[in-house]
């Protein structure tokens, strides 16, 4: 239901909830609130892997949307727009996040960071999540953006403001490193 | 053939990758998200607010600010520790009139107490130009405390750490009212900052980890007299901003009383208030963009 409502956007509905929403229009709020925040949780959600965190990140996301909306000048659409804002806002708690665990790590614990382990875990989930984890984030946002989320290098190039074909490179990036980190599953997809 | 193979198994295995829950919880994050805008909304549709103006300042003025706070707190926290002991310091200088004491803590009425190579009292330390003003500040404190004459309480209205923290700077005049609330607010951004910081960490730890609660009640400790202080500064006269920080305060109180020793439905307590209060998105929406995490 949710993304058949985002599908069906229009720019020229979006520009006019924006202009009710900036106007102080509670039910646009709540509409443009309905319209995207499948979304924009479900994005936080594959970023963060914690239900407390993804909330609050989609919080923040709405609550600085529209603040900022009155600023907003419709040089790309809402929706990227809102995903930039929304990324960017899970980025720099994610940063923040990773730091203060890092700075909590025991020393022993800290050595093993890093290390693939794979004899030691073969089942496929938590080595693939070991392999996007290795990602660098520029790879690892492109990849779950484009191959688990479904956005297209349109809206990832707009959401993250790089352009087409840096996205579709790190793509590449991303896949190729994946696919070296998964040689044991070779025989998975290869049959 | 094989990459469109590997492709394909790709994007189906990694749909395990933080699989998202099937229900999202709308209505949860509607009510928190109108919950923390109406305590507060820093910037309003196309206007311009204090706030973007803050986001002006270079990161130099960000640690300038948080020096500003770490002097006033310690300048504050001297003079305190001073007036409520026997004082032998204010004892061993030679007592003053009150007229003394005003003109060493008013730099309208007498500029030597800022003056290079001046001194506070005969016989106080010989320390710098902060420890003369706290010098001056504590006589006058307790002065204030023995007569308490009228003149005094006339000649500086403004609560003492203000008054310190205002004459700090070397430059020899008093900072025009702006500058001063917008160290305050610099101040209070970097106060809420470190308060997420900290309640972010809550709730990221090992529930089992006693050691790690202790750091936390410790780190809690510390951002708990700062809250107090700010609860007293101008900072607090804002309406939006007195509940945020009486709401940190107490959580930040329970935070402390955790360890040692604590059980999960004592953690279980803290972690009730944080999530009905939602304090994480008040801080957040307190704190200007870019200036987190640092």
Redesign the interface.
């Known amino acids: 239901m949710?993304l058949a409502a985002y599908e069906s956007r229009s720019p020229v509905h979006d520009l006019q909830l924006i202009t009710r929403?900036?106007a102080?229009d509670p039910a646009a709020e709540?509409e443009l609130?309905?319209t995207y925040?499948?979304r924009i949780?479900?994005l936080a959600?594959?970023?963060?892997?914690?239900?407390?965190l993804?909330?609050?990140f989609?919080?923040?996301t709405?609550?600085?949307a529209?603040?900022?909306?009155?600023?907003f000048r419709g040089e790309s659409s809402l929706s990227t727009w809102l995903h930039s804002i929304g990324v960017?806002v899970a980025l720099?708690?994610l940063?923040?996040?990773k730091?203060?665990?890092s700075r909590?790590l025991p020393i022993e614990e800290g050595l093993t960071v890093g290390s693939t382990r794979m004899e030691a875990e073969p089942d496929?989930?938590v080595r693939?999540?070991r392999a996007?984890e290795s990602l660098s984030e520029k790879y690892r946002m492109v990849?779950?953006m484009h191959?688990?989320e479904g956005y297209t290098h349109e809206e990832i190039s707009g959401t993250l403001r790089i352009p087409i074909g840096t996205s579709k490179s790190h793509l590449f990036q991303a896949?190729s490193k994946?696919?070296v980190a998964?040689a044991d599953?070779a025989p998975?997809?290869?049959s | 053939m094989s990459d469109e193979k590997f492709e394909e198994f790709l994007k189906s295995a990694a749909q395990s990758y933080n699989a998202p829950p099937a229900r999202v919880p709308r209505d949860e994050m509607w009510d928190a998200i109108k919950a923390a805008r109406s305590a507060g909304p820093r910037v309003v549709y196309g206007g311009v607010s204090h706030l973007r103006s803050e986001n002006r300042f270079g990161g130099k003025v960000w640690w300038a600010a948080a020096a500003a706070l770490l002097l006033v707190a310690s300048g504050v926290g001297i003079g305190r520790w001073t007036a409520s002991s026997d004082a032998p310091a204010v004892t061993a200088a030679r007592p003053m009139s009150p007229e003394t004491a005003i003109a060493r803590i008013d730099p309208i009425r007498d500029d030597t107490v800022r003056a290079p190579g001046t001194d506070a009292a005969p016989g106080a330390p010989s320390g710098g130009q902060g420890a003369r003003i706290e010098q001056g500040a504590r006589v006058a404190t307790t002065d204030d405390r023995r007569s308490s004459p009228s003149r005094v309480v006339t000649a500086a209205p403004t609560p003492d750490r203000a008054t310190i923290a205002d004459r700090a700077p070397a430059s020899g005049r008093t900072p025009p009212p702006g500058a001063r609330t917008s160290a305050y607010q610099l101040a209070e951004v970097n106060h809420l900052s470190q308060a997420e910081a900290l309640l972010t960490s809550f709730r990221t730890r090992s529930s089992a980890d006693q050691q790690q609660d202790a750091r936390l009640a410790a780190w809690a400790r510390e951002l708990l007299s700062n809250t107090r202080l700010l609860l007293d500064s101008p900072v607090a006269e804002d309406p939006r901003r007195r509940p945020l920080l009486q709401d940190l305060e107490l959580l930040l109180v329970q935070i402390v009383q955790l360890s040692p020793g604590s059980t999960p439905p004592d953690r279980e307590i803290v972690e009730k208030t944080l999530r009905q209060d939602q304090l994480m998105t008040k801080l957040r929406t307190a704190i200007p963009a870019g200036q987190r995490g640092s």
């Open positions: 949710e929403v900036v102080g709540r609130y309905v925040v499948d949780y479900r959600f594959r970023l963060a892997g914690d239900e407390e993804a909330r609050d989609t919080q923040a709405f609550i600085r529209f603040e900022k909306i009155g600023s960017s720099n708690g940063r923040k996040t730091r203060l665990r909590e496929l989930k693939m999540a996007i990849f779950l191959d688990v896949r994946l696919r998964l599953f998975e997809w290869v």
